[in-house]
């Protein structure tokens, strides 16, 4: 009551007030009324105010609306026409695309449209895998011509004989010949007989008729050689498996036949070892925005691996540990930065993944981690994972496979592990033909023999 008292006396005296009153101002109207009458009096609501007054709605059944229908995909585009020259923006022009009903669900090529936002990173069971290497899907089409050159028989045969193949493979035991007017019966051929066999076919390849052994004619007479005319071509027994598969020249000296052998692989060549004992002097000139600094000046086969990863090559980096296979990695991930791409960084183990996770994060910031129960940061451009989640990625069609710049193997020489390393295989088949490799490894043997087998 003071404050009521005083609030009236500076009123009337013009100062200002000290203490609240009681009760707020009138700002906002009081609803208790009209709520009250809302309530009680139904005829009092407005019928034209919508807003306020309640409307009644029958509901009509419409037993085509349980149908359901997908949308037509847009047919066409609107693209940007620049000038090639300055980039100005010239003008705009519709163009029609091609595929658009292909989705993850139906499709196995990299065209297709993009996956669901929420299954963007692991994929879906449900999705469709990428076709394997970088390949484009082949149309029903191209199917077709591949399959009516080859006469396939469904009903005989379907399950012994290969597509392409007149005869398929036979499991009986291999008896030698008898004479079947003795009645002996058929010798049953040993381990000692199969060794011997190319003893006898080393002696077939004679220059001159004349000098012919009639006693090793005789010995040979197993093998179809004929001994009334030495001079014929030998006429060797085939397995049914490859015949009429591959045609031998058997008027070719087995020399002949090795140097051939020799110069077409000389002619394929998968891999190519880097010398690391020379110096890179023009390093710097060859590389002048580099990615990524280090505060050490690189060694030479780290300038040596910088040089192919800048020129979009794929790298096997077979070193001791601790001898920097990581500063190979972190240029990869650096160059997927500067490029805007990602880069997937495996390991074998998930206590590897953790640890990678933590270098990383101090030097890039922009680094995730998944594994099979922890997932962080699944945007990032740098992915960490172990090589089972990669492959499971592989098979459920991850949209992330599409910006994949580089994918990085770290302790690959698990791929000759008996139970795992069929993963690694798997993950080097199905990965896309735009994605490069990096092979990190210190026990590992024969590199060029992987790296070419790899390649």
Same mark, same amino acid.
């Given at each position: 009551?003071?404050?009521?008292?005083?609030?009236?006396?500076?009123?009337?005296?013009?100062?200002?007030?000290?203490?609240?009153?009681?009760?707020?101002?009138?700002?906002?109207?009081?609803?208790?009324?009209?709520?009250?009458?809302?309530?009680?009096?139904?005829?009092?609501?407005?019928?034209?105010?919508?807003?306020?007054?309640?409307?009644?709605?029958?509901?009509?059944?419409?037993?085509?609306?349980?149908?359901?229908?997908?949308?037509?995909?847009?047919?066409?585009?609107?693209?940007?026409?620049?000038?090639?020259?300055?980039?100005?923006?010239?003008?705009?022009?519709?163009?029609?695309?091609?595929?658009?009903?292909?989705?993850?669900?139906?499709?196995?090529?990299?065209?297709?449209?993009?996956?669901?936002?929420?299954?963007?990173?692991?994929?879906?069971?449900?999705?469709?895998?990428?076709?394997?290497?970088?390949?484009?899907?082949?149309?029903?089409?191209?199917? +077709? !011509? #591949?399959?009516? /050159?080859?006469?396939?028989?469904? =009903?005989?045969?379907?399950? &012994?004989?290969?597509?392409? %193949?007149?005869?398929?493979?036979?499991?009986?035991?291999?008896? +030698? !010949? #008898?004479?079947? /007017?003795?009645?002996?019966?058929? =010798?049953?051929?040993?381990? &000692?007989?199969?060794?011997? %066999?190319?003893?006898?076919?080393?002696?077939?390849?004679?220059?001159?008729?004349?000098?012919?052994?009639?006693?090793?004619?005789?010995?040979?007479?197993?093998?179809?050689?004929?001994?009334?005319?030495?001079?014929?071509?030998?006429?060797?027994?085939?397995?049914?498996?490859?015949?009429?598969?591959?045609?031998?020249?058997?008027?070719?000296?087995?020399?002949?036949?090795?140097?051939?052998?020799?110069?077409?692989?000389?002619?394929?060549?998968?891999?190519?070892?880097?010398?690391?004992?020379?110096?890179?002097?023009?390093?710097?000139?060859?590389?002048?925005?580099?990615?990524?600094?280090?505060?050490?000046?690189?060694?030479?086969?780290?300038?040596?691996?910088?040089?192919?990863?800048?020129?979009?090559?794929?790298?096997?980096?077979?070193?001791?540990?601790?001898?920097?296979?990581?500063?190979?990695?972190?240029?990869?991930?650096?160059?997927?930065?500067?490029?805007?791409?990602?880069?997937?960084?495996?390991?074998?183990?998930?206590?590897?993944?953790?640890?990678?996770?933590?270098?990383?994060?101090?030097?890039?910031?922009?680094?995730?981690?998944?594994?099979?129960?922890?997932?962080?940061?699944?945007?990032?451009?740098?992915?960490?994972?172990?090589?089972?989640?990669?492959?499971?990625?592989?098979?459920?069609?991850?949209?992330?496979?599409?910006?994949?710049?580089?994918?990085?193997?770290?302790?690959?020489?698990?791929?000759?592990?008996?139970?795992?390393?069929?993963?690694?295989?798997?993950?080097?088949?199905?990965?896309?033909?735009?994605?490069?490799?990096?092979?990190?490894?210190?026990?590992?043997?024969?590199?060029?023999?992987?790296?070419?087998?790899?390649?």
């Amino acid at each position: 009551m003071m404050g009521v008292k005083d609030g009236a006396e500076n009123k009337r005296t013009g100062k200002q007030l000290t203490t609240m009153p009681l009760d707020p101002p009138d700002i906002v109207p009081r609803l208790e009324s009209e709520l009250e009458r809302f309530l009680t009096d139904l005829e009092a609501i407005p019928i034209h105010d919508i807003d306020r007054a309640q409307r009644f709605v029958p509901r009509v059944p419409e037993p085509l609306n349980l149908l359901h229908t997908d949308l037509c995909p847009v047919q066409t585009t609107i693209q940007v026409e620049r000038n090639p020259t300055t980039g100005h923006l010239v003008g705009f022009k519709e163009a029609y695309l091609s595929e658009t009903g292909k989705t993850a669900r139906n499709s196995l090529s990299l065209k297709r449209a993009p996956d669901a936002t929420y299954d963007s990173v692991k994929g879906n069971t449900l999705n469709f895998p990428f076709w394997p290497g970088g390949q484009d899907e082949p149309s029903v089409d191209d199917l +077709l !011509k #591949t399959t009516s /050159s080859e006469q396939i028989d469904f =009903e005989n045969n379907l399950l &012994t004989v290969a597509p392409g %193949l007149t005869e398929g493979m036979t499991f009986k035991s291999a008896t +030698l !010949k #008898t004479d079947q /007017s003795s009645g002996s019966k058929p =010798e049953v051929m040993t381990f &000692t007989d199969i060794m011997t %066999l190319n003893d006898d076919l080393d002696d077939l390849y004679l220059e001159d008729a004349e000098g012919v052994d009639v006693n090793n004619a005789t010995r040979n007479e197993d093998v179809g050689f004929d001994v009334n005319n030495a001079a014929q071509i030998p006429n060797l027994q085939r397995s049914q498996s490859l015949e009429k598969l591959v045609e031998v020249d058997l008027s070719k000296t087995p020399q002949d036949t090795k140097d051939t052998a020799v110069k077409a692989e000389d002619k394929e060549e998968w891999a190519v070892m880097v010398d690391v004992d020379a110096p890179v002097d023009d390093f710097y000139k060859r590389v002048p925005d580099m990615a990524h600094k280090w505060p050490f000046e690189p060694d030479v086969f780290q300038k040596q691996a910088i040089l192919r990863l800048e020129n979009h090559e794929s790298v096997f980096v077979a070193a001791h540990t601790s001898a920097g296979k990581t500063v190979v990695a972190e240029y990869a991930i650096a160059l997927s930065l500067k490029h805007m791409t990602r880069t997937v960084y495996t390991s074998p183990i998930k206590a590897l993944s953790n640890q990678k996770y933590r270098d990383f994060k101090i030097t890039f910031e922009d680094v995730g981690l998944i594994t099979g129960d922890v997932q962080i940061n699944q945007t990032a451009s740098c992915l960490i994972m172990t090589t089972e989640i990669l492959r499971s990625m592989l098979y459920n069609g991850s949209d992330v496979i599409r910006d994949l710049e580089w994918v990085i193997f770290d302790e690959v020489h698990y791929i000759n592990d008996a139970e795992r390393g069929v993963v690694w295989e798997e993950v080097l088949i199905m990965l896309p033909q735009h994605v490069n490799i990096i092979l990190l490894s210190a026990t590992v043997p024969n590199t060029m023999e992987f790296a070419s087998w790899i390649g």
